[in-house]
């Protein structure tokens, strides 16, 4: 019990600055740290409402904030993970989306997530990869992650796609309980990697180049559906990779047009700032999530 106490938000942001920070920069954000700024519209799918009452989903086009990241304090584009976080500024009310290219999460819960970041922390300035390796095969979600992570590749924004990790939980017109559902954002243009010549050509900062010349002629597109569990699929953990065919239901569509340079990097993305008709995740890490992102955008001010 005292060691689960130990894993606050407080003890967790200071992990991050153990890993991420940058004595030259002691303000910069210390995950995601790398990313830009971009604007846009969300236009719901007509009579979505009718699956999800979810009020915000009835004005036909909504301004929307987007900030596109790196993992970690990753400054080089040619690595893997994606952020994405957006907000929908409705007339009345917002939705924060904040989101990674991964399907699931590496950790189930505080211990887990701690575990997983310490052992990176170097000692006497060098990382132990052999231990690395050898608890990612250990610990199931360390290695489910790895897994996934194996599985997908290095793309351009326009290729990517989106994933909530956690289930939320959806009021409907007709029913009294709530249902659950993850959200997904694939992009219209499909789900592509680089190949070996094109990362060649790459440089460390080709997401924005390649946002900024997609962008001149089209906006970058991505639908967003409500992925319904089935059966047996975990809706309690965002480690679970709900695998074969589901229910979805097609949200809308978030069409991305225009830069807008670097000063969102400043800003902060609460997961939990949801509007009428979308509740909190059911799972031991969401509220501790939220509580990290404050202290983290606190110790910047
Ligand atoms: C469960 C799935 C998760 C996803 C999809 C996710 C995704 C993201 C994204 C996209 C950002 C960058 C937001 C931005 O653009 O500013 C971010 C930032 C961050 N994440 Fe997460 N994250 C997850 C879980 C967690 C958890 C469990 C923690 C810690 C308990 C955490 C700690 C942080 C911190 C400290 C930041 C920086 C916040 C700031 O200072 O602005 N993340 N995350």
Same mark, same amino acid.
């Given at each position: ?9 407080n003890?967790i ?5 153990k890993?991420n %920070?940058?004595p030259q ?5 210390i995950n ?5 700024? /971009?604007?846009g519209? +969300?236009e @719901?799918?007509?009579n ?11 004005q036909r ?10 993992g970690?304090?990753?400054m080089?584009d ?6 994405m ?9 917002q939705?924060?989306?904040v989101m ?5 999460l590496?950790a189930k ?21 052999e231990?690395i ?12 992650y790895a897994?996934f992570?194996?599985t ?6 326009e290729?990517?796609?989106?994933y %909530? ?9 007709k ?5 659950? /559902?993850?959200w997904? +954002?694939? @992009?219209k243009?499909?789900i592509k990697y ?9 440089n460390k ?9 997609y962008?001149?002629?089209k906006p970058i597109?991505y ?6 569990p089935n ?8 480690t679970?990779l ?8 097609l949200v ?13 990097n400043?800003d ?5 700032d949801l509007?009428?008709?979308v ?6 890490l ?8 404050g202290?983290?955008?606190g110790?910047?001010q």
């Amino acid at each position: 019990q005292e060691k689960k106490e130990m894993y606050d938000a407080n003890y967790i942001a200071d992990i991050f600055y153990k890993l991420n %920070s940058d004595p030259q920069d002691p303000k910069r954000k210390i995950n995601h740290t790398k990313g830009f700024c /971009a604007s846009g519209t +969300f236009e @719901p799918t007509a009579n979505i409402t009718n699956a999800v009452d979810i009020p915000l989903l009835k004005q036909r086009s909504i301004p929307v904030e987007v900030r596109y990241s790196l993992g970690g304090a990753s400054m080089d584009d040619k690595s893997k993970t994606r952020g994405m976080a957006i907000r929908l500024q409705g007339d009345k009310e917002q939705w924060t989306l904040v989101m990674t290219n991964s399907e699931i999460l590496f950790a189930k819960n505080p211990e887990e997530f701690v575990q997983f970041l310490e052992m990176r922390i170097p000692v006497n300035g060098k990382v132990d990869t052999e231990k690395i390796k050898k608890v990612t095969q250990e610990v199931d979600s360390f290695r489910n992650y790895a897994n996934f992570m194996n599985t997908i590749g290095i793309s351009s924004l326009e290729n990517t796609p989106f994933y %909530s990790n956690h289930t939320f939980w959806f009021k409907t017109p007709k029913q009294k309980d709530l249902i659950p /559902a993850k959200w997904k +954002f694939i @992009p219209k243009d499909g789900i592509k990697y680089l190949d070996e010549k094109e990362l060649k050509n790459a440089n460390k900062d080709f997401l924005t180049e390649n946002f900024q010349t997609y962008t001149q002629a089209k906006p970058i597109e991505y639908d967003m559906y409500l992925v319904y569990p089935n059966k047996g699929d975990a809706t309690d953990t965002p480690t679970a990779l709900w695998k074969g065919k589901h229910k979805e239901a097609l949200v809308g569509t978030l069409k991305v047009q225009q830069y807008q340079g670097m000063q969102c990097n400043k800003d902060v993305y609460f997961p939990a700032d949801l509007p009428t008709g979308v509740e909190a995740p059911k799972d031991p890490l969401f509220d501790l999530r939220n509580a990290t992102y404050g202290i983290t955008f606190g110790r910047r001010q």
